[in-house]
């Protein structure tokens, strides 16, 4: 494992580890990596079967026979279940199942007559790589614990990569460091007993959009609420997000029906034209039970605040570090009343609403259906007819429009319509990345698009399931930096089942000009007071990054002032310095420095730590 940081704590909520197969080779494998603080799990001959760090309530282990299990993470199955099941597991195939039938979010890790299979969850927000270290193929929850084995240091054209704004599929799913091979969410990897083949194996696609939306909503209302129960059934205090949207709204009622004492935490707005506060007060009147606390508006940091300072252990740069202070100031406020645990509403836009991608298909088998709704969303989101009609008439296949994306990385950002009825949102790159990052961004794209499959063939799908996967990369890290900080956050919203039961329903009635976020509520009703429901938009909190992109320009210059990508010629330090010192700059309000900055913090953050080096400057 990596030599040990102050953020790798091993409190609740920030398991993360390495998988060794039951042989000598990769026990001593094993035993190379492991350092004083991680914690060992072993096979029942002795040696090393998992080594990292996780506190006892995150981990449920049984053997029974020939097998062992392990689940790591919020799960509610106890030792007695999971043993149950390690008895009767004759096929590592098995497992498809039991990881499609259990609630939570959690790592599933199983061995059997010496083979291993390893999974996340299909949301991505756990998720698994291997590398071969000395000949053995060891699996690993995070990348940088492989890039440290294998001594290696982060590739400059995944650095230029991730550069682009956004970062598509499947671009987005490799890793830093070369020799490290990323497993799907939706694939489990079995490693054979020798600890030297290793294959992926599929266990999860999306369920087929077929249920009505009467249909679809209990079983929404089910999945939510065991998700939430996952997390509550412990009881104790935990504490939620209370913004006064719908989603935060549907976790706080669900967890306030179980035996924990809930404690909703509310951030107004600094816009006076918010009205998180007073939504979040009319749900308050319907909790009574319910410990309030409404923080200063004022005393809430900023987007860019305290970039200078981030120090997590990431494997990945994440655009998260610009809401980092944000996420985490609340959370020793929360723990000062007891809070074990923090509950939001993250993921609720991107399971309870869907993309308006969906209409390029329905448009085709059902053309008179969806010239209706698309009237409507041209009304509501002002497309100009000539856009829409090119967007809806595009039908290249994912693949060429990868490619095509490579060609026109310093174009304009590509219109609101194209980006909604599209396969999604066009890459680009901007003004201070230089021509040789351009190349190396170019040459990946070009490469992935030869091969690129989407993740669905309807891009309505695709673009719902990329999405989420773009969610999950983002909350993941910021898991650990909550657990971190001392309270462990859960994003109930973006559990499997729940992700499963909201696509299961079909997106004419996911998707619709006439009501906002339908299925949800639904699946609320009666759970959720009416006047709650009645709620049709959403904060958006533009004052706040405005306002962040002035107060932190010093930090912002700072930042440029000695910028690693500069001293890897993948940037220009002097256009990013004079941008800094012009923070109302118009185009500044569509955020295309995040993906930058995200980059430039990530390789500070390796220089704090004793992880993965940065590479050389050239």
Known sequence: MTELHESAGAGPGDAHFAVFTDCEDAAAVARSLSRPGTRTLKHASGRPWLVGQWHDQDLTTARAGRAALTVIGDCPIDSAQLERHAGRLRDLAELDALARSLPGSFHLVAAL????????????????????????????????????????????????????WPVPHPLAEAPMWRGITPVSPHDALVVAADGRTVRHSRWWTPPEPVRTLADGAPLVRQALAEAVDARTRQGGVVSCDLSGGLDST???????????????????????????????????????DVE????????????YSDLLGI??????????????????????????RGSRMHLTGIGGDHVAWCSEAYYHRLLRTRPLFALGRLRGFRALWQWPIGDMARALADSRPYGKWLADAGGCLRDPLATTVHTSLGWGMPP??????????????????????????????????????EQILSCTRIVRQWDRMAARAGVPMASPFLDDRVIEACLAVRPSERVTP?????????????????????RTNKAAASMDASNGLREHRADLLELWGNSRLEQLG????????????????PELRDAILYSTIAAEVWLRGLGRTTGPKAPATP
């Open 428 to 465: 680009r790159l901007f003004d201070w990345v230089t021509p040789d990052a351009q190349h190396m961004a170019q040459r990946a794209l070009t490469e992935a698009a030869a091969k690129a499959v989407p993740l669905h063939p309807d891009r309505g799908l695709h673009t719902d399931l």
């Open 292 to 303: 309030h606390v409404v923080w200063d508006a004022d005393a809430s940091p900023l987007v």
């Open 113 to 164: 007559d010496g083979r291993l299979r390893v999974q996340g969850t299909a949301s991505g927000l756990r998720l698994v790589f291997h590398a071969p270290v000395d000949g053995v193929q060891v699996a690993a929850t995070s990348a940088d614990v492989l890039a440290t084995a294998l001594g290696t240091e982060p590739d400059e054209e995944q650095l230029a990569v991730r550069l682009l």
């Open 311 to 336: 120090d997590d252990l990431l494997d990945e740069p994440t655009i998260g570090v610009m809401d980092r202070s944000r996420v985490l100031h609340h959370l020793p406020g929360l723990a000062e």
């Open 514 to 534: 006439w009501a906002y976020k339908p299925v949800l509520t639904a699946a609320m009703s009666g759970i959720v007071p009416d006047v709650c429901l009645r």
């Open 250 to 288: 549907s976790i706080c009622f669900l967890a306030a029906r179980s035996s924990a004492r809930v404690v909703a935490s509310t951030w107004p707005g600094r816009d006076p034209a918010d009205s998180d506060l007073y939504w979040a007060e009319q749900a308050a009147r319907s909790l009574p």
């Open 570 to 585: 993948l940037v220009d330090g002097a256009a990013l310095r004079r941008l800094a010192q012009r923070p109302a700059t």
